[in-house]
């Protein structure tokens, strides 16, 4: 069965950093498109970043280009956002989604993933 664990959340002050990974079990990923959401809360789930097959391509939301990160460990099975420059917009649980049939058209769409995970909570605060 396939699984998604994330981890590495936390509280940090803002401008600072954390690196978020998702654990991937039951399958080989390498052959998958693996993205992360988040969402704040009383707010919609949002698209961050995601990275193509075999890590061929990667994506990111305009809010987060340039301070995020999206990268994974083909021989762990692990995928990575490294999160700098940190604001309290930042705030939110993200997510790991993963799929192996999804087009590129679809990368920023939630529910088109047939894999996700439970979330971790960010908390950017002084």
């Known amino acids: 069965q396939v699984q998604l664990v994330e981890s590495g959340g936390g509280l940090v002050q803002p401008g600072g950093s954390l690196r978020l990974s998702c654990v991937a079990s039951?399958?080989?990923?390498?052959?998958?498109?693996m993205a992360w959401f988040r969402q704040a809360a009383g707010k919609e789930r949002e698209f961050v970043a995601a990275?193509?097959?075999?890590?061929?391509?990667?994506h990111y939301s305009d809010s987060v280009r340039g301070r995020f990160t999206i990268s994974r460990d083909k021989a762990k099975n692990t995928l990575y956002l490294q999160m700098s420059s940190l604001k309290p917009e930042d705030t939110a649980v993200y997510y790991c989604?993963?799929?192996?049939?999804?087009?590129?058209?679809?990368?920023?769409?939630?529910?088109?993933?047939?894999?996700r995970g439970r979330g971790t909570q960010v908390t950017v605060s002084s």
């Open positions: 989604a993963a799929d192996e049939r999804l087009p590129q058209s679809e990368y920023r769409r939630y529910t088109s993933y047939d894999y």
């Open positions: 990275s193509g097959r075999r890590g061929s391509s990667t």
């Open positions: 039951g399958s080989t990923f390498s052959g998958y498109v």
